[in-house]
Protein backbone atom coordinates (compact mmCIF):
# COMPACT_ATOMS: atom_id res chain seq x y z
CA UNK A 1 0.00 0.00 0.00
CA UNK A 2 2.84 2.70 0.53
CA UNK A 3 4.52 2.01 -1.86
CA UNK A 4 1.87 2.26 -4.50
CA UNK A 5 1.45 5.03 -6.73
CA UNK A 6 -1.91 5.58 -6.19
CA UNK A 7 -1.88 6.24 -2.98
CA UNK A 8 0.68 8.86 -2.62
CA UNK A 9 -1.20 10.28 -5.84
CA UNK A 10 -3.82 10.39 -3.76
CA UNK A 11 -2.58 11.65 -0.63
CA UNK A 12 -0.84 14.52 -2.08
CA UNK A 13 -4.04 15.70 -3.98
CA UNK A 14 -5.88 15.09 -0.08
CA UNK A 15 -2.85 17.27 1.32
CA UNK A 16 -3.44 20.17 -1.80
CA UNK A 17 -7.01 20.27 -1.08
CA UNK A 18 -6.53 20.99 2.50
CA UNK A 19 -4.06 23.68 2.39
CA UNK A 20 -6.31 25.39 -0.78
CA UNK A 21 -9.70 25.17 1.78
CA UNK A 22 -7.88 26.22 4.15
CA UNK A 23 -6.58 28.95 2.49
CA UNK A 24 -10.25 29.58 1.34
CA UNK A 25 -11.35 30.13 5.01
CA UNK A 26 -9.12 32.13 6.29
CA UNK A 27 -9.42 34.39 3.18
CA UNK A 28 -13.20 34.19 3.69
CA UNK A 29 -12.84 34.91 7.55
CA UNK A 30 -10.46 37.75 6.81
CA UNK A 31 -13.35 39.58 4.72
CA UNK A 32 -15.53 39.46 7.76
CA UNK A 33 -13.13 41.09 10.18
CA UNK A 34 -12.07 43.86 7.37
CA UNK A 35 -15.95 44.38 6.56
CA UNK A 36 -16.38 44.83 10.30
CA UNK A 37 -13.39 47.01 10.55
CA UNK A 38 -15.51 49.37 7.70
CA UNK A 39 -18.99 49.30 9.86
CA UNK A 40 -16.62 50.17 12.95
CA UNK A 41 -15.34 53.12 11.65
CA UNK A 42 -18.95 54.37 10.60
CA UNK A 43 -20.20 53.59 14.08
CA UNK A 44 -17.44 55.82 15.51
CA UNK A 45 -18.24 58.21 13.51
CA UNK A 46 -21.74 58.33 14.19
CA UNK A 47 -20.83 58.52 18.01
CA UNK A 48 -18.89 61.48 17.20
CA UNK A 49 -22.09 62.76 15.51
CA UNK A 50 -23.86 62.60 18.85
CA UNK A 51 -21.38 64.37 20.57
CA UNK A 52 -21.21 67.29 18.59
CA UNK A 53 -25.40 66.95 19.31
CA UNK A 54 -25.12 66.93 22.60
CA UNK A 55 -22.33 69.76 23.13
CA UNK A 56 -24.41 71.97 20.70
CA UNK A 57 -27.59 71.92 22.40
CA UNK A 58 -25.68 72.80 26.28
CA UNK A 59 -24.50 75.58 24.22
CA UNK A 60 -27.72 76.85 22.61
CA UNK A 61 -29.75 75.69 25.38
CA UNK A 62 -28.00 77.05 28.61
CA UNK A 63 -30.49 77.34 30.76
CA UNK A 64 -32.34 74.01 29.58
CA UNK A 65 -29.02 72.19 29.72
CA UNK A 66 -29.20 69.00 27.45
CA UNK A 67 -27.86 66.55 29.97
CA UNK A 68 -31.18 67.94 32.16
CA UNK A 69 -33.53 66.24 29.72
CA UNK A 70 -34.65 62.74 30.44
CA UNK A 71 -34.26 61.74 26.93
CA UNK A 72 -31.27 63.48 26.17
CA UNK A 73 -29.66 61.66 29.05
CA UNK A 74 -31.05 58.31 27.74
CA UNK A 75 -29.48 58.97 24.76
CA UNK A 76 -26.00 60.04 26.31
CA UNK A 77 -26.34 56.22 28.56
CA UNK A 78 -27.23 54.90 25.11
CA UNK A 79 -24.47 56.12 23.38
CA UNK A 80 -21.80 54.89 25.92
CA UNK A 81 -23.37 51.82 26.21
CA UNK A 82 -22.43 51.75 22.15
CA UNK A 83 -19.22 52.49 22.62
CA UNK A 84 -18.88 49.74 25.28
CA UNK A 85 -20.27 46.93 22.75
CA UNK A 86 -18.33 48.39 19.57
CA UNK A 87 -15.23 47.99 21.70
CA UNK A 88 -16.13 44.15 22.56
CA UNK A 89 -17.44 43.25 18.82
CA UNK A 90 -14.21 45.48 17.80
CA UNK A 91 -11.88 42.59 19.86
CA UNK A 92 -14.45 39.99 18.86
CA UNK A 93 -16.35 40.17 15.54
CA UNK A 94 -16.87 36.93 14.94
CA UNK A 95 -18.33 36.14 18.23
CA UNK A 96 -22.07 35.71 18.24
CA UNK A 97 -22.67 37.08 21.27
CA UNK A 98 -20.53 40.35 20.60
CA UNK A 99 -22.09 41.18 17.55
CA UNK A 100 -25.66 40.54 19.38
CA UNK A 101 -24.47 43.08 21.87
CA UNK A 102 -23.74 45.42 19.43
CA UNK A 103 -27.23 45.06 17.27
CA UNK A 104 -28.98 45.80 20.76
CA UNK A 105 -26.82 48.20 21.82
CA UNK A 106 -27.47 50.08 18.44
CA UNK A 107 -31.08 49.16 18.52
CA UNK A 108 -31.54 51.06 21.49
CA UNK A 109 -29.63 54.48 20.54
CA UNK A 110 -31.67 54.77 17.41
CA UNK A 111 -34.91 54.80 19.56
CA UNK A 112 -33.39 56.82 22.08
CA UNK A 113 -31.98 59.51 19.41
CA UNK A 114 -36.01 59.94 17.77
CA UNK A 115 -37.28 60.07 21.45
CA UNK A 116 -34.50 62.80 22.44
CA UNK A 117 -34.78 64.82 19.50
CA UNK A 118 -38.43 65.22 19.45
CA UNK A 119 -38.43 65.83 23.45
CA UNK A 120 -35.65 68.88 22.49
CA UNK A 121 -38.10 69.94 19.71
CA UNK A 122 -40.84 70.29 22.29
CA UNK A 123 -38.67 72.60 24.95
CA UNK A 124 -37.30 74.90 22.30
CA UNK A 125 -40.77 75.78 21.33
CA UNK A 126 -42.48 75.53 25.13
CA UNK A 127 -39.18 78.26 26.30
CA UNK A 128 -39.81 80.29 23.21
CA UNK A 129 -43.47 80.93 24.10
CA UNK A 130 -42.38 81.23 28.06
CA UNK A 131 -39.99 84.35 26.47
CA UNK A 132 -42.99 86.35 24.96
CA UNK A 133 -45.25 85.08 27.89
CA UNK A 134 -43.42 86.65 30.54
CA UNK A 135 -42.64 90.21 28.34
CA UNK A 136 -46.43 90.28 27.96
CA UNK A 137 -47.12 89.89 31.43
CA UNK A 138 -44.49 92.22 33.27
CA UNK A 139 -44.43 94.72 30.53
CA UNK A 140 -40.81 95.24 31.53
CA UNK A 141 -38.58 97.63 29.11
CA UNK A 142 -35.31 95.82 30.04
CA UNK A 143 -36.79 92.73 29.47
CA UNK A 144 -38.13 93.67 26.50
CA UNK A 145 -34.53 95.11 25.53
CA UNK A 146 -32.92 91.77 26.30
CA UNK A 147 -35.73 89.66 24.27
CA UNK A 148 -35.31 92.21 21.45
CA UNK A 149 -31.91 91.56 21.62
CA UNK A 150 -31.71 88.19 21.68
CA UNK A 151 -34.53 87.81 18.59
CA UNK A 152 -31.72 89.75 16.71
CA UNK A 153 -29.35 87.00 17.62
CA UNK A 154 -31.88 84.69 16.91
CA UNK A 155 -32.66 85.88 13.04
CA UNK A 156 -28.63 85.78 12.48
CA UNK A 157 -29.03 81.81 13.10
CA UNK A 158 -31.14 79.45 11.85
CA UNK A 159 -34.45 78.94 13.97
CA UNK A 160 -34.45 75.81 16.19
CA UNK A 161 -37.00 73.96 13.69
CA UNK A 162 -34.38 74.38 11.41
CA UNK A 163 -31.21 73.25 13.44
CA UNK A 164 -32.67 70.38 14.38
CA UNK A 165 -33.99 69.58 10.58
CA UNK A 166 -30.35 70.04 9.66
CA UNK A 167 -28.90 67.75 12.85
CA UNK A 168 -31.76 64.84 11.51
CA UNK A 169 -30.33 65.45 7.84
CA UNK A 170 -26.57 64.65 9.39
CA UNK A 171 -27.91 61.49 11.22
CA UNK A 172 -29.82 60.20 8.32
CA UNK A 173 -26.74 60.99 6.22
CA UNK A 174 -24.81 58.65 8.71
CA UNK A 175 -27.29 56.13 9.72
CA UNK A 176 -27.38 55.16 5.78
CA UNK A 177 -23.20 54.75 5.64
CA UNK A 178 -23.50 52.69 8.34
CA UNK A 179 -26.07 50.54 7.56
CA UNK A 180 -24.56 50.35 3.64
CA UNK A 181 -21.17 48.76 5.81
CA UNK A 182 -23.45 46.73 7.73
CA UNK A 183 -24.73 45.13 4.53
CA UNK A 184 -21.28 44.55 3.47
CA UNK A 185 -20.24 42.93 6.55
CA UNK A 186 -23.24 40.73 6.03
CA UNK A 187 -22.44 39.45 2.95
CA UNK A 188 -19.04 38.48 4.11
CA UNK A 189 -20.48 36.51 7.15
CA UNK A 190 -23.14 34.80 4.65
CA UNK A 191 -20.08 33.38 2.25
CA UNK A 192 -18.37 32.50 5.45
CA UNK A 193 -21.06 30.57 6.96
CA UNK A 194 -21.69 28.75 3.76
CA UNK A 195 -17.87 27.53 3.32
CA UNK A 196 -17.75 26.58 6.83
CA UNK A 197 -20.72 24.45 7.07
CA UNK A 198 -20.23 22.44 3.41
CA UNK A 199 -18.85 19.32 3.28
CA UNK A 200 -16.17 18.29 3.37
CA UNK A 201 -14.51 21.64 4.32
CA UNK A 202 -17.21 21.42 7.08
CA UNK A 203 -14.48 18.91 8.55
CA UNK A 204 -11.38 21.09 7.97
CA UNK A 205 -13.26 23.69 10.21
CA UNK A 206 -13.84 22.02 13.30
CA UNK A 207 -10.23 20.62 12.99
CA UNK A 208 -8.89 24.43 13.08
CA UNK A 209 -11.29 25.63 15.14
CA UNK A 210 -13.43 27.58 12.59
CA UNK A 211 -17.22 29.12 14.23
CA UNK A 212 -20.05 30.16 12.77
CA UNK A 213 -20.31 34.32 12.83
CA UNK A 214 -23.67 36.24 13.32
CA UNK A 215 -24.73 39.28 11.08
CA UNK A 216 -25.64 42.77 12.13
Not at 45 to 70: C, I
Not at 129 to 136: P, V, W
Not at 168 to 176: E, N, P, T
Amino acid sequence: MWSSPLFWIAFSLAVFWALGAYNRLMRLRSAVVQAFGSFDAHMVRWLALLGEFAAAQEVRVPSSPAASVPEMAALQGAATQLTASLAMARARPLQPEAVAALIAARDVLVACWHKGVQALAVLQVAEEGDDAQEIAETGNAEIAEEAEAAGSAREAAPPPAQRLAQWRVRWDDHAQQADQAARVFNSAVVQYNAAIAQFPASLLARVFGFKAARSL
